[in-house]
């Protein structure tokens, strides 16, 4: 692609944008068309339309066995960053044969990439004192597969600010979501859960957000482990148990849920590791309990983290619930128990939905960063200056031929 095409897309009034998710449940690449007009607070968005790829279980398993320090190999992690941008192209190009599109028709794509292994911490190596953080599905192969301006790798620059790069989902909610007279938390429940707090008419400096702890990574690694299912689908393993309050003592003592912010977690925390210690703990307690009562936890954890570090100051009217998490009816159910009194409803705002919200924060931040506009949240990552969030990738062939560069590689 030519400088002055990248002109054009930067000059328009208004792009479509596709966003790509696939986050850390590994289960499926989300993919979302956008037609956005404006960026930052005047930002307009309508969803065009949205689709799934699901990620293969030797892939998915592959990227788990390399997001765990013990297991992971540096030669499976390079050649799956480009096994990942090929199935991110793919589900790219399954959402355009959808909607009968060519790659010609759209402006950019956002990719999240998929997290391999998330260090928000400051910690000291090799006389350095760093925060990091790594995605792979690199945007470059996303954008010569699919003929299309890929903006990727969005977390990295916070992190060169001091900054944990995470969580990123705050700065879609500020922008679409803060009300002139409501206090609202947004809650995602993905593989981690995350909570934004809007006060009324907030400012950007006034948003406060952070990881809670665990979301479904834990119920999904138990239930593939117990029952060989890749999630408790309508909690039907949940509701056949009872929570089991050795358990439940047992997972309290958990440190990261307690914590204060500002707090970011992954996979390093509740993967692999921490579900082994758990199952170990658990060999006497009934499967179904067991499910149960990890169900329980995840609903706990978040209320105990507004309850302790959210109500004092900011008492919220609505709860608004996205991510996979809030198909979960046990979750939920456990969730109306825990917050009485507040308003607590699934996401459904301006086409945006439970399903494809985190899809559509990436399809927004790739619109942020061509119109060269910060969009780290420096009250929620910790950051020390603002940031343009996100690498753009360009391709030097026909958007046209976009499909004839994806086959040859999946031969």
């Keep these: 692609m030519k400088s002055n095409n990248l002109n054009k897309i930067i000059n328009k009034k208004f792009r479509l944008v596709i966003g790509l998710l696939s986050g850390t449940s590994v289960d499926a690449v989300d993919a979302v068309l956008l037609k956005i007009t404006g960026s930052g607070i005047n930002s307009k968005i309508k969803i065009l339309g949205f689709t799934t790829q699901p990620i293969p279980n030797d892939i998915r398993l592959a990227i788990f066995r390399n997001s ?65 953080t790594m995605q792979i599905g690199d945007p470059s192969i996303i954008a010569n597969l699919t003929g299309i301006t890929t903006v990727g790798d969005f977390r990295i620059a916070d992190c060169a600010f001091d900054g944990g790069g995470a969580p990123l989902v705050p700065y879609l909610d500020y922008i679409l979501f803060t009300h002139n007279s409501k206090n609202r938390a947004l809650l995602n429940i993905g593989g981690i859960s995350n909570i934004t707090i809007l ?144 308003k607590v409803r699934k996401m459904n705002d301006h086409g945006i939905t439970s399903k494809n919200k985190e899809a559509v924060l990436f399809a927004v931040l790739a619109n942020e960063c061509i119109s060269g506009n910060p969009a780290n949240m420096r009250s929620v990552s910790g950051s020390t200056k603002d940031a343009i969030l996100g690498k753009i990738c360009l391709c030097c062939h026909s958007r046209e031929s976009g499909n004839l560069y994806f086959k040859s590689l999946k031969r």
């Design 199 to 342: 006060p009324a008419g907030a400012s950007k400096e006034e948003v406060f957000a952070f990881d809670t702890g665990p979301g479904n990574m834990i119920i999904d690694g138990l239930t593939y482990h117990l029952f060989r299912k890749g999630y408790d689908k309508g909690a039907v393993f949940a509701k056949k148990g009872k929570v089991n309050l050795e358990l439940f003592n047992y997972l309290l003592e958990d440190k990261i849920y307690s914590t204060s912010p500002p707090k970011s977690t992954g996979r390093e925390h509740y993967g692999m590791e921490f579900q082994k210690k758990l199952l170990k703990k658990a060999k006497e307690i009934n499967k179904y309990d067991i499910v149960r009562t990890v169900t329980e936890f995840t609903a706990f954890t978040i209320y105990y983290n507004y309850k302790n570090f959210i109500e004092p100051k900011d008492k919220i009217s609505e709860l608004i619930i996205s991510g996979g998490g809030s198909e979960n009816p046990v979750i939920m159910k456990s969730l109306r128990n825990y917050f009485k009194g507040i």
């Design 68 to 132: 765990n320090s013990r297991t992971g190999k540096i030669d499976e992690i390079c050649r799956l960053n480009v096994i990942l941008g090929a199935l991110f192209s793919d589900a790219v190009l399954k959402l355009l044969r959808k909607y009968k599109l060519n790659s010609r028709d759209i402006d950019l794509i956002g990719s999240h990439g998929q997290t391999i292994h998330h260090l928000p911490g400051r910690e000291s190596f090799l006389g350095y004192k760093v925060k990091s």
